[in-house]
């Protein structure tokens, strides 16, 4: 990231330099010219009518180039922040990645919950019609919404009995766990957030910063509903799997007390109206 900036500034120092460089050298050249010009009207008694019309060529021809060396340094500029945009958005997905891979020799279960949960939470914030950058955002924190159980025992992850009192509030951590394990990395949109909030609940009875309504990033809210569709489809250390009618039955049935009603409506229409399913595709690589 900070190689990416530097290489930032050092192309804008070198803009400045050719545009330093160009308005110099047209200066000059018209400084020449217009000593030129004098020198010929001296000598040849030019016009005055002539006199105008060189003047005013020579003023379009000047503007002309200048006209043209912006549009240049503009079409450089927008290419070259383009190029970084792109390298950023690949650093930033590959600095999850490792941390999934991480994730994954902590909890072999995750991974693959991690990477569905991202593709589904990506589905919905396209049919609520989320910016670009916000479904970026989703998909990052989605992919690593469950970091902060890297600070979890693996017993207790693994438990196929009953989790004790204590033993439960040692996994509601990994909210607040994940949230700092990421907050040292600069997203460009609040992933660390979003992972803070993923077990809240729109009726204030979720975990976390026991956060309601409003006070929930909507980014967060679809991520929660994601989550636990995908849970509940598969299976898990303690459990089999409960299958997808029965998960969206279950967000279906606490629309509005546990889950946002649109995210919960959208959820839903992508299954029975979509066609979507699961996949084991990785999908948070940035398109392109
Ligand atoms: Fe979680």
């Excluded at 190689?3 to 803009?15: D, E, M, N, Y």
């Excluded at 000047?62 to 950023?88: D, P």
């Excluded at 809210?221 to 029965?246: Q, S």
């Amino acid at each position: 990231m900070r190689a990416t900036i530097q290489q930032l500034k050092g192309w804008q120092s070198s803009v400045t330099r050719t545009s330093m460089v160009f308005i110099g050298a047209l200066s000059l050249s018209m400084f020449t010219i217009l000593y030129l010009l004098f020198m010929i009207e001296q000598y040849y008694r030019v016009a005055p009518s002539l006199r105008v019309l060189v003047y005013f060529f020579l003023w379009l021809a000047v503007l002309t180039l200048y006209s043209f060396h912006t549009l240049y340094l503009l079409t450089h500029e927008q290419n070259v922040l383009a190029q970084h945009e792109h390298g950023m958005r690949k650093v930033l997905f590959q600095t999850v990645e490792s941390l999934v891979a991480q994730l994954e020799a902590h909890d072999p279960y995750i991974g693959g919950h991690e990477r569905r949960v991202a593709h589904l939470a990506r589905a919905i914030g396209e049919v609520l019609g989320l910016a670009e950058e916000r479904i970026d955002g989703l998909v990052l924190a989605a992919t690593v919404h469950d970091v902060g159980k890297i600070q979890v025992p693996g017993e207790i992850l693994n438990k196929t009995e009953p989790l004790t009192e204590r033993e439960f509030e040692i996994i509601k951590s990994h909210a607040g766990a994940g949230s700092e394990i990421l907050g040292s990395i600069e997203f460009p949109t609040p992933v660390a957030r979003i992972v803070q909030q993923h077990h809240e609940r729109v009726d204030g009875s979720g975990y976390g910063e026991g956060l309601s309504g409003e006070s929930i990033l909507l980014e967060a809210k679809i991520l929660t509903v994601a989550d636990v569709v995908e849970a509940m489809a598969h299976e898990r250390p303690y459990r089999p799997a409960l299958g997808i009618d029965k998960a969206l039955a279950d967000i279906s049935e606490k629309k509005g007390t546990l889950y946002d009603p649109e995210v919960v409506d959208a959820c839903v229409m992508l299954f029975t109206e979509k066609g979507f399913t699961f996949d084991e595709e990785k999908e948070s690589e940035p398109a392109g």
